[in-house]
């Protein structure tokens, strides 16, 4: 029996990277020792009142088919806290709710490009965004943000990217693994080449309330009708089991958009739904995940420093940091796999992330500080054994 070109394009790259993390995940579940910082998933429980409507609400019988776009209080819910983060004026057409952002993602994928298309991403890029963008049939071009220039975008290699092939461009603000935000003169840029070429500008916003003051700048209110912004409560409200994401765009789009969601989604369950409105409402948004990011992200700082050949990249916001691995002599592909098998300590080979990241780690950060400073101990003590081999 065959299966069609579309598995190969799906079967992504840097899946040896993610084994060491599930080896780590099987350790646990065993009950032996193992520190997971391989993965986004804050130590943070969701909002209580957020748990209590969904219990409320399956209680209540909210378990039956819902709209395919979401229900309208929701999408009115998303619409108002775009607003007020992006400055864009949008209304509920122009929103549809996802099975979290990775679904947004793909669905923006296959509703703005397809065979023969480009579609550039910025390199170092999230792992799933090749298989998420070349499953349309879509070639994907690397845009490279350079390890020595700090992991920023490289406007003028972006710009030689674009040929009369290129449909969208992909990006993560905060980025992932980097933490990098993209600021107002990169962006200019990438708005200025965006409206000359027409190409849409997919904004993967997942983590912009981890950013100063719950926003990071972007170019939705100044190029609405190019634009898609991708977001969810995954990360916002440590939320990630819950899947409850959304895309915001032109209304065109999301017709399209409502239509694959259709023949792929269904519709979010109801009882999730309302509790996403709970967790949009919340007084005070994402700052308490805020703060605690930034605390953690401070003592692994503290507690890596002056270690041998280890140089931390300070991340502007989000809940990972690079760790460049160069000076100890290992690529970041051996470096995660001595560290856990020498120390049970799993963190994530640079690799998987592109090319400008292969003699880095990425740690995340949003966990327990006694687990961290083990953790960081115990790199330490790895490093220093490297060295003296
Ligand atoms: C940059 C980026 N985009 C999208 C996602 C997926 O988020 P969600 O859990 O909302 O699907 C992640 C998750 O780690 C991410 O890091």
Redesign the pocket.
């Known amino acids: 029996m065959q299966f069609p070109a579309l598995v190969k394009r799906i079967a992504g790259e840097g899946a040896d990277a993610w084994r060491t993390h599930y080896e780590a995940l099987r350790a646990v579940e065993r009950g032996e020792d193992a520190i997971i910082l391989s ?3 804050p130590d943070f429980g969701t909002p209580a009142p957020v748990v209590e409507r969904a219990v409320e609400r399956l209680r209540a019988g909210d378990t039956h088919y819902t709209p395919g776009p979401g229900r309208r209080s929701l999408r009115e819910a998303i619409a108002a806290s775009h607003r007020e983060r992006t400055g864009q004026a949008v209304g509920v057409d122009q929103v549809i709710c996802l ?7 793909f669905a923006a994928s296959l509703c703005l490009a397809g065979p023969g298309d480009e579609v550039i991403a910025v390199d170092p ?2 792992p ?2 090749p298989a998420t963008i070349e499953v349309s049939g879509a070639r994907l071009v690397r845009a490279p943000a350079p390890a020595a220039g700090g992991f920023r975008i490289d406007l003028a290699a972006f710009e030689a990217a674009i040929t009369p092939r290129t449909r969208a461009i992909f990006f ?1 603000t ?4 980097s933490g990098v935000i993209l600021n107002e003169p990169e962006l200019a840029v990438i708005g200025e080449l965006a409206r000359r070429h027409a190409l849409w500008v997919v904004a ?1 916003e ?2 912009a309330a981890l950013g100063e003051g719950g926003r990071v700048p972007g170019l939705a209110a100044a190029l609405p009708d190019q634009v898609v912004t ?6 916002s409200h440590a ?2 089991g819950w ?3 959304w895309l915001v765009g032109p209304p065109a789009l999301i017709a399209h958009a409502e239509a694959l969601v259709m023949c792929m989604l269904f519709g979010l369950p109801g009882f999730i739904q309302e509790a996403a409105i709970t967790a949009l409402g919340l007084p005070g948004g994402a700052a308490k995940l805020r703060q605690f990011c930034a605390a953690r992200r401070d003592f692994v700082l503290s507690a890596l420093a002056g270690a041998p050949g280890l140089r931390c990249c300070v991340p502007e916001a ?1 809940m ?1 940091m690079l760790v460049d691995v160069r000076d100890t002599g290992l690529s970041g592909y051996d470096f995660m796999r001595g560290l856990y098998d020498a120390e049970r300590v799993s963190v994530l080979d640079g690799g998987a992330f592109g090319r400008e990241t292969g003699g880095f780690v990425r740690l995340c950060f949003a966990t327990d500080e006694a687990i961290l400073r083990e953790a960081c101990a115990r790199m330490r003590r790895f490093v220093a054994g490297v060295r003296s081999t």
């Open positions: 993965v986004g998933d099975a979290g952002a990775q679904n947004a993602l890029l999230y799933t965004y993560a905060p980025g992932n693994p993967d997942v983590y991708i977001s969810s409560l995954s990360k939320m990630t899947r409850a994401g989000g990972f």
